[in-house]
């Protein structure tokens, strides 16, 4: 692969993990479910890809996310928020996984000039280190909004307003599975002489999988996957919700588009230095491994838990329908409005984030319709 050489240091770390990968293979008795090694090389403390400080967003990251890109996405997704947080009369704002915390300034500035400021913004974030930058970040950035910003070491039992989820459900530890004439079979790692591989095995059924693989027709020989902790985890946040409005934003398909035929290789990624590659055992715990993300299962998990569908958008139609234009409209300053339109392009624009990103919303107790939502709702494709 065409990939930069890590550092000695990141070496040495991948290195770490490595063995801590083969000595669970070695209680699993030499065959390791992809699902743990996945979520062993993300989510192990002090070890695994997302617990450990090294840079992960900006240029000298492995990827970019859209608050990433300026302050746009987040004065947007501050419009649809304080809809919420008006037809509620008050409540908060949950955000899970907030990477650097540019998007929770973005959006409280937002807020605040709309006057409808949330009664706190929260963070659940299980990076130590991320935790500390994000204070650093937030604190620098916006000192006068800083007694509204809450840490919490675990997710809250009840909520009222926003629950915020943008580029998270992407790295949830999945189960691959691949069909076979009879039944679907996973796939483990396994230690192959101090190197690790991958190998499928056909004693292990996968129910999930067989269930796919008949619902959608699938070829002999189709790989995909699909993420039971998900589906669980979206189950939690629609039930933990008392009233308010869950949004999910990220890469991903209604579950026909999912598991269309001609997607034979499923949609597992790597990620290293914004180099795209597909094997997930290369370096542990120094690369981002995602998946795109089956919306129409995340939809069904929230309305088993009590939610209604508040509607299924791309990113494009959603941002269009807040009104992104509107922040280009009124600049002069040649230099302020190439910024911004080269911005709001790869926040909308097809061959950039619009088609690709998806916007789902969950809501409870929460009437509708939503802004957000109103220029291109795809529910029915769910």
């Known amino acids: 692969m065409n990939l930069p050489q890590p550092t000695v240091e990141a070496i040495a770390h991948s290195a770490k993990v490595t063995d801590m990968v083969r000595q669970y ?22 070890l695994g890809y997302y617990v450990t400080g090294t840079q992960k967003f900006n240029e000298f990251g492995d990827f970019t996310t859209a608050p990433e890109l300026g302050s746009i996405f987040g004065r947007c997704l501050a419009r649809q928020a304080a809809e919420v947080l008006r037809k509620l009369g008050g409540g908060s704002i949950l955000e899970v996984g907030p990477g650097t915390g540019a998007l929770a300034s973005a959006m409280l500035e937002e807020l605040e000039t709309l006057d409808v400021m949330p009664e706190q913004y929260a963070f659940l974030e299980i990076s130590p280190e991320l935790k500390d930058r994000q204070q650093q970040y937030l604190s620098n950035r916006s000192g006068h909004h800083f007694s509204r910003y809450k840490w919490l070491e675990t997710l809250p039992t009840d ?12 790295a949830f530890p999945v189960s691959l599975f691949r069909a ?20 499928w095995s056909d004693k292990a059924r996968s129910a999930r999988g067989d269930s796919i693989v008949e619902i959608h027709d699938l070829p002999e020989g189709y790989i995909s996957e699909y993420s039971d902790r998900a589906q ?19 890469y991903g398909y209604s579950a026909r588009e999912y598991y269309h035929p001609d997607r034979i290789n499923g949609t597992l990624m790597c990620h290293y230095q914004h180099r795209a590659h597909t094997n997930p055992l290369w ?19 929230g309305l088993e838990a009590g939610c209604e569908l508040a509607g299924f958008s791309t990113q494009e139609a959603f941002l269009l329908s807040l009104g992104i234009t509107d922040f280009a409209e009124h600049l002069k300053e040649p230099y302020q409005l190439a910024t911004t339109s080269h911005e709001i392009r790869q926040l909308i624009l097809p061959s950039a984030m619009g088609q690709t990103f998806k916007v789902l919303g969950l809501a409870k107790r929460l009437e509708g319709p939503l802004r957000g939502f109103s220029l291109r709702d795809r529910s029915d494709t769910l």
């Open 25 to 46: 293979i070695k209680q699993a008795d030499g065959m390791l479910p992809f699902e743990t090694y996945m979520n062993l090389v993300l989510y192990e403390p002090e």
């Open 159 to 170: 909520w009222t307003g926003l629950v915020l989820a943008n580029e998270v459900v992407d």
């Open 180 to 199: 076979k004439p009879q039944h679907a079979t996973v796939a483990y790692v396994y230690d192959k002489g101090g190197v690790l591989g991958l190998c």
């Open 232 to 250: 669980a985890w979206a189950a939690t946040i629609s039930s933990m919700l008392s009233s308010g409005l869950m949004l999910i934003i990220d």
């Open 283 to 301: 370096y542990p715990g120094i690369q981002d491994i995602t998946t795109h993300v089956d919306f129409s299962a995340f939809a069904a998990a």
